[in-house]
Every structure is written in C-alpha cells, then in structure tokens.
C-alpha cells in the first residue's frame, strides 16, 4: 500500500475498518457472468453500457436510503443497467455480503463486488461475479489478482493515475476502473478518466468510475474511451420511485446526444 499519508480521514476510517473485518473461512468457487460481455452487449443494443450501483449510503452522501436493495436492483435493470455494482461495505456505505447474495439471486446481470478487500481471505466472504481490488491500497496486486482468478471472480482493477495504470497493466489487469473520485481530497473531477485512459491500451475493458450524473458526463467519458460506466449516487437519487428513470436517462445518453441535458 503506496502514500496512504495524504489519504481523507473518511478513507483511514474505512480502511481500518477494512482491517479489522474478520475473514470468512473457505475458498468460494464462482462460475461467472461476463462483466465486459454484457458491457459490449449493451453497447451493441444502443444503450450506454452502465453499471449501476447499489448505494445505501457512502462518506459523501446526506442520509441512508432505506429502500429494499433487491427493489432498487431489479429497478436498475428494468432501466437499461448492464451489470450491477453492489457496496458490501458496512460500516461506511451501509451494505453486506448478504445484500450482495440476494441481489445476485434475483437478477441476471453481472454482479460486482464493491469493497476496500485487502487480504485474499476476504474475497471468500460472497459469491460475485467481478471483485474490486483498489491499486493503491493493495502491497500485492499480483498475489491479490491470482486470488481472486483462482476463485473464479473477474476482477475490476481500479486506478486514479497514469503510475497506477501502469502498476495494473504490469500485473495483468484486463478490466481496469479509473475513479474520478480522488480518495486523498474525495473531490471528483471527470478529466481523471480522460488523462489516465489515453494511456490505456484498446484490448483492456476501461469503466469510468464516480461522479458521472448527466448524460452529458456519459457521453464526454464514452468519447473518452469508457467500455462502461459505473453511476452511483445519480441513480440512487429520489430513491425507488426514481430510480428506473434516472437509470434510462443515462442509459439513452448516446441517443439523446441533441437533446439539452438538464441538471439532475
Ligand atoms: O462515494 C463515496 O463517498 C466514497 C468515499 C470514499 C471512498 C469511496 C467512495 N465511493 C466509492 C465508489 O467507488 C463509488 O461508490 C462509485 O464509483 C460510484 O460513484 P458515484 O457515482 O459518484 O456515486
């Protein structure tokens, strides 16, 4: 783990958090959806390829959404999502690996895994069919990598810079997130997708991650060279009842392109 130093308080807090998480006993063995399958598939269909997240609440968030998080799952899909992203984080963004269980029962797009894992042994906490592992938090991505393939899971391997791109790459990354969310600061700045993917080479599946909320934001990080996007807080947004809509109108970005785009 590199220059934890200038991490924000709410990242420490997460993070010890994270070290502090028992680690389940047993290795999973998953059989997995296709995360860059149904990313091209969704592309391939006139839709924006978007990975929705499940996101009860997080570190810059106001309130918890109460919502049935299979509800607001199977609301995504209806709504164009690709695949889904579900926290099982609990101390700080309000998820579990259960939430995660069940929503992966009742729908049939991929499932990723979000969380801060930092020891092998926590990638047997749930079945899922992708897993984050975060660069900057990982003293062996390699070894984390190889865990996680052994189990069967995909990995989402995320960066916030052109060194961690590299870093990823070197250990054989093929889907790779950049996070638009700057972990030391929490400030979000789409041009972070846009310098760290013009180093990214066309065979690797590149998602833009954080801080995506209008269809314009979708349409600048696809030009960019986004194969998908992952959309929290825009979609979680108004809750339930909203849900579905907000979903659509990120997922018809590409053909909305001369339509104005409104705040959300
Ligand atoms: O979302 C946060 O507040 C946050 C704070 C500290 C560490 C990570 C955080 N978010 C994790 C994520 O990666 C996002 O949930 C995901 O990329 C979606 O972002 P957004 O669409 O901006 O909600």
Redesign the pocket.
């Known amino acids: 783990m590199d220059n934890n130093e200038s991490l ?1 308080p ?2 420490e807090s ?1 993070l010890a958090a994270a070290r502090d998480r028992p680690a389940p006993g047993g290795a999973v063995s998953v059989s997995p959806r296709d995360l860059p399958g149904a990313l091209d598939a969704a592309a391939a269909d006139g839709r924006t390829p978007l990975v929705a ?1 499940v ?1 009860p609440t ?4 106001r309130g918890e959404n109460e919502d049935d998080p299979v509800a607001l799952a199977r609301a995504m899909v209806d709504g164009g999502a690709a695949a889904l ?1 579900v ?1 099982t984080e609990p101390e ?2 309000g998820g579990s690996p259960e939430t995660l269980r069940r929503v992966r029962e009742a729908v049939d797009v991929p499932v990723l895994r ?1 969380d801060f894992l930092l020891s092998p042994e926590q990638l047997d906490a749930v079945e899922a069919d992708a897993v ?1 592992l975060i660069v900057r938090f990982l003293d062996d991505l390699p070894g984390m990598l190889a865990a996680a393939r052994e189990r069967g899971f995909q990995a989402l391997v ?1 960066v916030h810079s052109r060194a961690e791109l590299r870093e990823a790459l070197d250990a054989g990354a093929r889907i790779v997130g950049v ?3 700057d ?1 030391a600061r ?1 400030s ?1 700045d789409l041009d972070t997708f846009e310098r760290v993917a013009a180093d990214a080479p066309d065979d690797v599946t590149l998602i833009a ?5 209008t269809p314009e934001d979708a349409r600048r990080m696809r030009a960019a060279g986004a194969d998908g996007l ?7 947004r108004g809750g339930l009842a909203a849900v579905p809509e907000n979903v659509r109108r990120l997922a018809s970005a590409e053909d909305t392109a001369d339509e104005d785009d409104y705040d959300t």
């Open positions: 924000a709410a990242v997460i997240e996101k997080s570190p810059t968030t992203s926290l700080h963004f979000k984050l995320e996070n638009n969310r972990l929490l979000v991650e954080s801080g995506i909320s992952l959309v929290g807080t825009a979609i979680m």
